[in-house]
């Protein structure tokens, strides 16, 4: 069983509203680097939603995660295609929960020399947090709950879920 916390209509309203949001912030060039797997339907929304020049890539991280918690260890898995030498980038992460992948993307990435960097993130647990990172655009603030839908997981189930909800019983 899984209760419904954010349904289909309440995120694409937001997403809209993020998407506005970051185009108007960057008018111009945009590259959105997206954290797979939990961040592909983000990902494809929110681009969808941007008029104008946008292109994308992508990485893969684990966190070594064991069931529903966080080692602080994080692991490249996929590197992206191409540089970020001068070009305004955002990465698009699915849920920021103790801080620490996005801590380790947002280190690396900005080693590689973008002319900016912003990350968004579609949720935020910020009772969770193990490290003060930086997130300039939050679809919404929830509480210390394991979520699943659009995009996020337990144990590689419910990604397809066109809402985000609370697994009961599974
Ligand atoms: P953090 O490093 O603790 O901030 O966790 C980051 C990653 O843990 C996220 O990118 C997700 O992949 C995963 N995660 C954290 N909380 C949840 C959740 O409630 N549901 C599904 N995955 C989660
Ligand atoms: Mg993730």
Do not use: W
């Amino acid at each position: 069983m899984i209760d419904v916390l954010l349904t289909e209509a309440q995120i694409q309203g937001r997403v809209r509203e993020m998407a506005g949001q970051i185009r108007r912030d960057f008018p111009d060039g945009l590259h959105l680097v997206a954290v797979l797997k939990g961040a592909f339907v983000f990902l494809s929304d929110l681009a969808r939603r941007m008029d104008g020049d946008v292109s994308l890539d992508f990485m893969a991280v684990s966190s070594y995660a064991k069931g529903t918690t966080t080692s602080g260890e994080v692991r490249l898995l996929k590197d992206l295609d191409t540089t970020l030498d001068g070009r305004n980038v955002i990465i698009v992460e699915d849920i920021v929960d103790t801080g620490l992948t996005l801590t380790y993307l947002q280190d690396i990435l900005r080693a590689r020399g973008p002319k900016t960097l912003r990350t968004a993130c579609l949720l935020s647990k910020p009772s969770r947090r193990q490290v003060d990172v930086k997130v300039e655009y939050v679809g919404f603030e929830i509480e210390d709950r394991f979520v699943v839908g659009y995009g996020l997981d337990y144990a590689e189930q419910y990604r397809n879920l066109p809402y985000i909800g609370v697994v009961t019983a599974p």
